[in-house]
């Protein structure tokens, strides 16, 4: 990925963080996006990389985000749609509000990154939307977020069409449970993340994974190795749906 240009949205945490990490690392030309300017500081501090900010469920940051690449003429050689939220909660009591909040943030949120950035794309470019293997196995209390997920999945079929001409592919990885601010966010104390952590001794992994684990995959299909690979899912789960 060496002097290769990769904007990743939501990359002042977790994944997102921890894959501008390997990348600037590994040379490439880091770009992340970020909803909170005090978070976005100090992650462009820590990796030494570019911000803007972008929440994903306002379009108005996002064509701004888009104006600001093209002023600043960045091209991309890679997108990663990562920036995503996770509030668990059973159908029976799930609020209209916690629906939306997911759907803005989860579906909408990239497929109008996507189409604000097209034309910062280059011609090839490789698209990689961070998916949840919650798509394929139901895991109580997260039907909203698995149908976000879905949702935006469905799409990456279809653009993958309407794209080609382009030069741009999409492919997307279901990571598995890693251990992230996610959890806490969704309102797990620290207690019950290591209670259900210790429950992932028991996959063929052995362990839950980390963010670190989930950047190889996602580095694959940025790189030009992924080049014939067309709405792939690579699911990153260490073992857990077997
Ligand atoms: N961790 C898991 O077990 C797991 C499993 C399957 C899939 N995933 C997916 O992996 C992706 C990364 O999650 P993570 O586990 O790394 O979580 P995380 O540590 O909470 O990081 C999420 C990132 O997305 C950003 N973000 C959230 N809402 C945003 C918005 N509206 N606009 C812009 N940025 C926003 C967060 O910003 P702030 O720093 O401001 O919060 C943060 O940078 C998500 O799409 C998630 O659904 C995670």
């Known amino acids: ?31 992340i996006t970020g909803r909170d300017p005090e978070r976005l500081a100090n992650a462009t501090q820590r990796l030494g990389c570019a911000g803007y900010l972008a929440d994903s469920t306002q379009l108005t940051q996002i064509q701004a985000l888009a104006g600001d690449l093209q002023r600043d003429q ?4 890679g997108l990663v749609l990562n920036a995503g939220v996770f509030f668990p909660e059973a159908l029976a009591t799930t609020r209209e509000a916690a629906f939306d909040l997911t759907f803005n943030t989860n579906t909408k949120g990239p497929f109008f990154t996507l189409q604000a950035l097209l034309p910062c ?36 079929r279809v653009a993958n069409l309407e794209l080609a001409p382009s030069g741009i592919r999409i492919n997307s990885v279901r990571p598995g449970v890693t251990a992230t601010e996610i959890q806490g966010k969704a309102g797990m104390s620290s207690e019950a993340q290591a209670a259900f952590y ?23 299909l940025l790189s030009g190795h992924s080049l014939p690979l067309r709405n792939a899912v690579i699911e990153v789960d260490g073992g857990l749906l077997l």
């Open 74 to 77: 960045i091209k991309l050689d």
């Open 198 to 220: 210790e429950t992932l001794k028991a996959t063929p992994f052995g362990r839950v994974m980390s963010p670190e684990d989930q950047v190889g995959a996602i580095e694959f």
């Open 1 to 31: 990925m060496k002097n290769q240009t990769v904007l990743i949205t939501g990359g002042t945490a977790g994944i997102g963080f921890a894959l501008a990490q390997h990348l600037v690392h590994n040379g490439a030309h880091v770009v």
């Open 121 to 156: 794309l280059k011609n090839p470019a490789s698209v990689v939307f961070v998916s949840s293997i919650a798509v394929h196995k139901a895991f109580p209390g997260a039907a909203v977020y698995a149908a976000s997920k879905a949702a935006f999945e469905a799409i990456v």
